[in-house]
């Protein structure tokens, strides 16, 4: 299992959007999910992303002109213990 995970970051809410119907498009997956505060306090949604579709991505953002502010690999935080209250 990768230990990391790769988000897309954004300036706001519709170029998010923007991209994720274009990757849909295009047949790229791409789960829409909330940005996580180690990688930016900006806007509230990121995409989340394959690493074998970081260069298929990075094409799509410069061919419709969408505006990210990265492409960030995150440590994958698993924390089986997480909502369990007894």
């Known amino acids: ?9 954004f300036p706001n809410h519709d ?6 119907k274009e990757l849909k498009a295009e047949g790229v997956r791409a789960v829409i999910a909330p940005t996580p505060r180690s990688a930016s306090k900006c806007c509230g949604i990121s995409l989340l992303i394959e ?8 094409s799509c953002i410069t061919v419709h002109d969408i ?14 213990n997480r909502d369990k209250y007894c």
Do not use: A, F, S
């Not at 299992?1 to 970051?9: C, G, N």
């Not at 690493?51 to 298929?56: G, L, R």
């Open 67 to 80: 505006d990210i502010l990265d492409i960030v690999e995150i440590e994958r935080d698993i924390n089986p």
């Open 51 to 58: 690493k074998d579709d970081i260069e298929t991505v990075k």
């Open 1 to 9: 299992m990768d230990k990391t995970q790769h988000y897309v970051l």
């Open 15 to 20: 170029n998010g959007m923007r991209l994720h």
